[in-house]
């Protein structure tokens, strides 16, 4: 008997959540709360939109088992790059307050008037826009939500990546 979850599904409910989560950043926290996303909250959200979007394709595509663990990789990569930055962003908002970086220029800015490499190497340090603690829900600040929506995401991603040939149902 076929199994339920056929990987088209799979990725199908990560594009899905992915979905969900960037649309709950904007409409929520962004136009409802008004909490302004620092730049390791853009860079996290980068990272949920290209998890979706490898999801999206690989489930619009529906591969063989070749190409489903290619998608399963490139997918398990953002989750785990995502949660890397979503883990740097934590440790930032749990530094004792004298040892918070100041605050640096806004991301749009950077981008304008710096080099990639040095704009992607200030946004990676963090600043004091990313220690801080805007809002919580169920007791987790927002990089905590996100890092555990990778590590859901990237397991189901593993899991794709590492399920028999036979779970392929066209």
Same mark, same amino acid.
């Given at each position: +008997?076929?199994? &339920?979850?056929?990987?088209? *599904?799979? =990725?199908?409910g990560?594009?899905a959540?992915?979905? =969900?989560? +960037?649309?709950f950043?904007y409409y929520?926290?962004e ?11 853009m860079? %996290?959200r980068v990272?949920v ?6 999801a =999206?394709?690989?489930?619009?595509h529906?591969?063989?088992? &070749? ?6 990789l *490139? ?5 785990? &790059?995502?949660g890397?930055?979503?883990?740097r962003h934590?440790?930032?908002q !749990?530094?004792?307050?004298? %040892?918070?970086?100041?605050c640096?220029p806004s ?6 008037? *710096? ?8 946004v +990676? +340090?963090?600043?004091? !826009?990313?220690?801080n ?5 169920l007791g987790?600040t927002i990089?905590? %939500?996100v890092l555990a ?10 899991? %794709?990546? *590492? ?5 392929? &149902?066209?």
């Amino acid at each position: +008997m076929p199994s &339920v979850l056929t990987p088209r *599904l799979v =990725f199908f409910g990560i594009a899905a959540v992915c979905a =969900f989560s +960037m649309a709950f950043a904007y409409y929520y926290l962004e136009l409802h709360l008004g909490l302004a996303a620092c730049p390791l909250c853009m860079t %996290q959200r980068v990272f949920v939109v290209s998890l979706g979007v490898f999801a =999206f394709i690989a489930a619009l595509h529906n591969p063989g088992t &070749v190409g489903r663990r290619i998608y399963s990789l *490139l997918c398990l990569l953002s989750a785990c &790059v995502g949660g890397a930055v979503a883990a740097r962003h934590i440790w930032l908002q !749990n530094l004792p307050e004298d %040892q918070v970086p100041a605050c640096g220029p806004s991301l749009e800015y950077m981008l304008d008037t *710096l080099p990639f490499s040095e704009t992607f190497s200030i946004v +990676m +340090m963090g600043d004091g !826009n990313c220690a801080n603690v805007s809002w919580t829900f169920l007791g987790m600040t927002i990089p905590e %939500q996100v890092l555990a929506l990778f590590v859901v995401l990237g397991l189901a991603c593993g899991w %794709q990546l *590492l399920r028999g040939t036979s779970a392929h &149902v066209r």
